[in-house]
């Protein structure tokens, strides 16, 4: 799974190297969250909010563009009661996306991509006394040399209950089961998009499923 990440890129520069609109650094107003995501940020945890890369048409009869947002980790279904509590639903299994009521709509409409520099997994300690676990001790995950990753995810835009006004924007990453040496950690990892593939992730139209991406996904990790 993917529960918490870093990322020391601040908006701005993400944009130009991703080639997209920025509405993350000044949402526009309408657009929840409103504020834009801090950066640097080591330790990034879910409900956090942060850039997100998708694809849209931002003007009518514009075609679609990349556009970085802002938006909350953890995908809110457009059907989510008012009142009711948010979920967190900040990982989605990529076996089981068509078929789950919270993202089986994203999975067929909206993809997204979230860059990070790397994310943490923790691994309980050497048992101790008594053979109680011991702490558990974080690993840090990344690519050699420090390079930036994406991670598969979709988005979601939901009407706010209580202002019709404002729309709601939510995410969550997708994960995979781990591959090679990462199966020594944790039995999840979040589904990398490479550069090669990029612009066909963010297009429902041409990587529909995104078991398609899971092949490769973290070798160089």
Same mark, same amino acid.
């Given at each position: 799974?993917?529960?918490?990440? +870093?990322?020391t890129?601040?908006?701005? #520069? ?10 993350? +650094?000044?949402p ?24 997100v890369?998708?694809?849209? /048409?931002?003007?009518? %009869?514009a075609g679609?563009v ?7 980790? %953890? ?10 509590r ?10 089981t /996306? ?30 101790g006394?008594?053979?109680k676990?011991?702490?558990? #001790? ?7 040399g ?15 209950p /209580?202002?019709? +006004? ?27 998009? %490479?550069? /090669?593939?990029l ?8 990587i529909g ?13």
């Amino acid at each position: 799974m993917c529960g918490r990440y +870093s990322l020391t890129s601040d908006p701005a #520069q993400l944009a130009m190297e991703l080639d997209a609109v920025d509405r993350a +650094s000044a949402p526009p107003p309408g657009l929840w969250p409103a504020e834009p995501p801090r950066s640097p940020r080591y330790n990034i945890a879910p409900t956090t909010t942060i850039p997100v890369l998708a694809r849209e /048409a931002l003007d009518e %009869g514009a075609g679609p563009v990349r556009v970085l947002h802002a938006m909350r980790w %953890g995908l809110v279904p457009s059907w989510a009661r008012e009142g009711a509590r948010l979920p967190t639903l900040f990982n989605a299994r990529v076996e089981t /996306a068509f078929e789950k009521p919270s993202f089986r709509a994203a999975v067929r409409r909206r993809h997204c991509v979230v860059p990070m520099d790397g994310w943490y997994e923790w691994v309980p300690g050497e048992p101790g006394p008594g053979g109680k676990p011991g702490p558990k #001790q974080p690993y840090w995950m990344s690519l050699p040399g420090d390079e930036g990753l994406l991670m598969a995810g979709l988005w979601e835009a939901r009407r706010d209950p /209580a202002d019709e +006004s404002v729309t709601q924007l939510s995410c969550t990453i997708l994960t995979t089961e781990a591959l090679g040496p990462l199966r020594a950690v944790h039995d999840r990892m979040p589904l990398v998009v %490479g550069p /090669a593939v990029l612009a066909d992730w963010l297009d429902p139209a041409a990587i529909g499923d995104p078991r398609a991406l899971v092949d490769g996904a973290g070798g160089d990790l």
